[in-house]
């Protein structure tokens, strides 16, 4: 069965701070695929990231990085010099080959930046 | 280029009506995804369609619920009697599945966000 796991339910930092968000999932499936999303105040959800199994680079978008580790089923997002604008609900996703694109999300991680 | 466009944006109506809630995904996705939004539950998703056919339904809470896909461009979520407990926001989301790439992003409409009195 597939899982995702965000332990963390809320983060406070002050603006300027790096943040680390954490994502463990569970599958059986070799061939899978995680994705990040961004729920900010007014409500819409944002893609952020895809990643798939097979690829365990880690990822840098501006001040967003992600770093995917398989040894640890571990699908962690950093927010290096956080800004007040990043202030937002953030879900981490995943979803198995044999799927057929069903989507699992985690239960979210509300981060708030302190001005 | 359109996103997925979502209607009502915002739907008040008493315990016992019949509520559609509507959807146009983006041209060229093939999946729709219908998911509720609850502060108790977080993000559930109800029900999925490829190329109009319903995949995984078993989401749904229960009959009260259904949910059409007639065409590609076009998905209904129905909720007859509705009740108290169904106030939540509803999002519809769509995807692109190719033969290349599977699994793809969902790409999600702004919500409707549902109070039953």
């Known amino acids: 069965a597939q899982k995702v796991t965000q332990a963390q339910t809320e983060i406070s930092v002050v603006e300027k701070e790096d943040v680390t968000l954490d994502c463990v999932y569970e599958?059986?499936?070799?061939?899978?695929?995680l994705f990040w999303y961004k729920q900010p105040p007014s409500g819409e959800l944002v893609f952020l990231i895809r990643?798939?199994?097979?690829?365990?680079q880690n990822e840098i978008s501006g001040r967003y990085s992600w770093n995917f580790q398989k040894s640890t089923s571990s699908f962690n997002f950093t927010i290096t010099a956080s800004q007040v604008v990043d202030s937002a609900v953030y879900f981490c996703a995943l979803s198995e080959e044999t799927s057929y694109d069903k989507v699992i999300f985690g239960p979210g991680t509300s981060l708030s930046v302190i001005p | 280029d359109a996103g997925v466009i979502q209607s009502p944006r915002h739907e008040v109506t008493e315990m016992g009506q019949e509520v559609t809630l509507r959807c146009k995904p983006i041209?060229?996705?093939?999946?729709l995804f219908w998911y509720r939004q609850t502060m108790m539950r977080g993000l559930e998703l109800l029900i999925y369609f490829n190329n109009n056919v319903p995949i995984d339904d078993s989401g749904m809470p229960e009959d009260r619920f259904s949910a059409k896909m007639p065409n590609a461009s076009f998905s209904t979520l129905k909720i007859q009697p509705s009740e108290p407990r169904d106030s939540a926001v509803y999002f519809c989301a769509s995807s692109a599945r190719d033969r290349g790439e599977k699994n793809q992003p969902q790409h999600f409409g702004d919500g409707t966000r549902l109070s039953i009195l």
């Open positions: 599958t059986r499936d070799t061939t899978y695929y």
């Open positions: 041209s060229g996705h093939n999946s």
């Open positions: 990643r798939n199994s097979f690829d365990e």
